[in-house]
């Protein structure tokens, strides 16, 4: 399915809850009702039949049924909350560190420490318990639909969609490499062949298929039979009498664990990282990894949408002077302008290109 075009679309108060708005042109005379919402708001089957049985479709104010036919001049409402089912998972006051929010989208910057759903191992303290009790105590309609999941122990941001249909158009985007995801995260660079080679702007490509590992059921493993994925990387700074590194990375795919077994793999696993990795000598208990930057087109509004997220002391305190309040300063964030780098990119520019 193409990505909707968003012109003729906007958005306005008239909903509390996430919603999608069109005024009808004149092409629009006579025209029914149904192809209106599925060829230009690209409204999909599925959410559709839920807004039907929710009673969420509106003309001029009015609910309708979708053989309702337009004239030039109507306006149509869409409640998106009103395909949405209330969430089973009990409300807790977790504090939560909004880095964004509108009418379909709340970004957090998920602490290291938080779970994203309660677990058998983590029943509570979890960021979707945060965001129910969020909801419920602001008077927020919504649903709650996490785009990007982030491991224990990884921090940074955390996108949830308010809608189903909002999740499903930021997949669309990430499928046509039009939604971008960057991570920072420092490197323990002792057991590198290539230690010296390590400088700023060193930049390479991993292809390696992912799989589980058999003897374990957390743990995954480098596969040529298991299923594909890519990562970018890029040295930001590097301390090689430490023997530690600052890098940027970007997936091409988004594997369980694959920044963290593919950087293990090639001998340069995330500090910290007990599970892919030697444990990091300054007392981390966790993988130093942080999703620090996303952009996307906003699936209501139709702009392009940039968030950064600040980093915890723990990552900036390895390399103070490449942070300034948690974000990337001066040159240093001038090095991510070509870390999420084409799909095809001829491997010969790179300074390390591995496959398995």
Do not use: W
């Not at 971008?180 to 292809?207: C, E, H, M, S, W």
């Amino acid at each position: 399915m193409d990505i909707p075009n968003y012109s003729n679309l906007n958005t306005c108060d008239r909903f509390p809850s996430p919603a999608l708005h069109y005024a009808c042109g004149p092409e629009d005379e006579g025209g029914v009702l149904l192809y209106v919402l599925k060829d230009k708001l690209g409204i999909f089957t599925t959410t559709l039949r839920k807004l039907k049985s929710g009673n969420g479709i509106f003309v001029n104010g009015h609910p309708v049924h979708v053989r309702e036919r337009l004239r030039a001049g109507d306006r149509i409402d869409i409640d998106l909350a009103a395909a949405e089912t209330p969430s089973e998972i009990p409300p807790e006051p977790v504090e939560l560190d909004i880095i964004f929010e509108n009418a379909g989208l709340l970004a957090v910057n998920k602490p290291a420490s938080c779970v994203v759903h309660p677990t058998c191992f983590h029943r509570e303290g979890s960021i979707a318990a945060g965001i129910v009790n969020y909801y419920r105590t602001r008077g927020i309609n919504a649903g709650m639909h996490f785009v990007n999941r982030l491991d224990l122990g990884t921090s940074g941001l955390l996108l949830c969609a308010k809608a189903g249909l909002i999740q499903e158009r930021l997949k669309l985007q990430a499928e046509a490499g039009l939604y971008t995801k960057i991570y920072l995260g420092v490197l323990d660079t002792t057991a590198f062949p290539q230690k010296n080679a390590l400088r700023r702007g060193f930049r390479g490509r991993i292809d390696a298929g992912i799989a589980r590992d058999t003897s374990s059921i957390i743990r995954r493993r480098i596969d040529p039979q298991g299923r594909p994925a890519t990562t970018f990387f890029k040295i930001l700074e590097a301390d090689r009498t430490a023997g530690r590194a600052l890098a940027a990375f970007a997936l091409v795919t988004g594997r369980t664990h694959q920044i963290r077994v593919h950087m293990s793999g090639i001998g340069l696993p995330l500090a910290g990282d007990s599970l892919y990795g030697p444990a990091y000598e300054g007392g981390g208990t966790h993988q130093l990894l942080h999703q620090y930057k996303i952009k996307f087109t906003d699936p209501l509004e139709g702009v392009p949408v940039t968030l950064e997220c600040p980093v915890s002391s723990e990552i900036s305190d390895v390399f103070p002077a490449a942070f300034r309040g948690g974000m990337l300063a001066g040159d240093i964030a001038g090095l991510l302008a070509d870390v999420a780098l084409p799909h095809d990119v001829d491997g010969a520019l790179l300074d390390l290109h591995i496959r398995f």
